[in-house]
C-alpha cells in the first residue's frame, strides 16, 4: 500500500535556527513528492516538489528539501526559521500509475518558531 | 487569474439535510480533486474529476456522497442525508494536466462543514 509518514506531530524551534520537518513515504515505482503548508482556517499552498533531477529541491519562502530515494524520504528543511513560519506542514506523494492524480498525504506536522 | 474558488466557506446543516459544495478551478484547469479533511487528521483523497467524468472515485464513501464536473459551472461535492461524522473541511483542489503529469495542485480555501 501506499503511504506517506510524518513521524513528528510538532517540531518547535528558535527563530533563526534552522529547521527540519520530516517525511518517509512507501510507493511502487517512482514518486513524484510535494510540500504543502497550511495557515490555521486556510487552504493550502504549494511549498515545493520533487519530479526528477537534482535530489535537493528549492521552494517558497526559503524553503528547500532533500530527496533521498535509498532512505524513501524527503524532508523539508530551512537554514534559519521565521516566527511567521510557524504553521501545518503537509508532506505528499502522487500515484503515478493508471488515471489517478491523487495526492497521498501525511498527517501533518505542526511547526511552531518561537521568537 | 484568481486561484480555486470554494462556497460557501462555511455551512451549517443539520442531520438529515443535504449539503452542496462549489469549487471552481483555476482558469484554464479542467482536473478536480476533493479531499476532506477531518479534525486532527490529514487530508483524504475522496474524488478526481475531468469535464463530465468522473475518473477516481475509489475515497468517496459508498453512499449518500456523489460529486460532478459539468461541462459549465463548477464542480459540486453533494452529500444527502448528512450525519455529524460529515463534519469536515473539505478541499477543492485543480490542476492543468493529465493526471500523473508533475503539475502540482492548486487549493482552495475550502468549505467547513458542520452537522449539528
Known amino acids: 500500500a501506499q503511504s506517506v509518514a510524518q513521524p513528528e506531530d510538532q517540531v518547535n524551534v528558535a527563530e533563526g535556527n534552522p529547521l527540519t520537518v520530516k517525511c518517509t513515504y512507501s510507493?511502487?515505482?517512482?514518486?513524484?513528492l510535494f510540500w504543502y503548508v497550511q495557515y490555521p482556517n486556510r487552504g493550502l499552498q504549494f511549498l515545493l516538489k520533487?519530479?526528477?533531477?537534482?535530489?535537493l529541491v528549492k521552494g517558497s519562502y526559503g524553503f528547500e528539501a532533500e530527496f533521498n530515494k535509498s532512505q524513501t524520504s524527503f524532508h523539508l528543511k530551512k537554514p534559519s526559521a521565521l516566527v511567521s513560519d510557524s504553521a501545518l506542514y503537509f508532506c505528499?506523494?502522487?500515484?503515478?500509475?493508471?488515471?489517478?492524480?491523487?495526492?497521498?498525504f501525511g498527517q501533518g506536522t505542526t511547526l511552531q518558531v518561537k521568537p | 487569474n484568481a486561484g480555486v474558488m470554494q462556497n460557501p466557506r462555511h455551512l451549517v446543516r443539520r442531520r438529515g439535510q443535504e449539503a452542496r459544495l462549489r469549487c471552481s478551478p483555476m482558469k484554464g484547469h479542467s482536473h478536480v480533486y476533493w479531499y476532506r479533511q477531518l479534525p486532527e487528521e490529514g487530508l483524504k483523497f475522496m474524488v478526481y474529476l475531468q469535464k463530465e467524468n468522473i475518473i477516481d472515485e475509489s475515497g468517496m464513501p459508498k453512499e449518500r456522497f456523489s460529486a460532478e464536473f459539468p461541462k459549465e459551472g463548477p464542480s459540486i461535492l453533494r452529500i444527502q442525508q448528512v450525519v455529524r461524522g460529515d463534519s469536515a473541511a473539505y478541499f477543492c483542489?485543480?490542476?492543468?494536466?493529465?493526471?500523473?503529469?508533475?503539475?502540482?495542485?492548486?487549493f482552495g480555501p475550502g468549505t467547513r462543514l458542520t452537522v449539528t
Open positions: 505528499a506523494v502522487r500515484v503515478v500509475d493508471g488515471n489517478t492524480g491523487k495526492l497521498i
Open positions: 510507493v511502487s515505482g517512482n514518486p513524484y
Open positions: 483542489a485543480s490542476s492543468p494536466r493529465l493526471a500523473g503529469s508533475s503539475y502540482e495542485q492548486y
Open positions: 520533487y519530479i526528477t533531477g537534482d535530489n
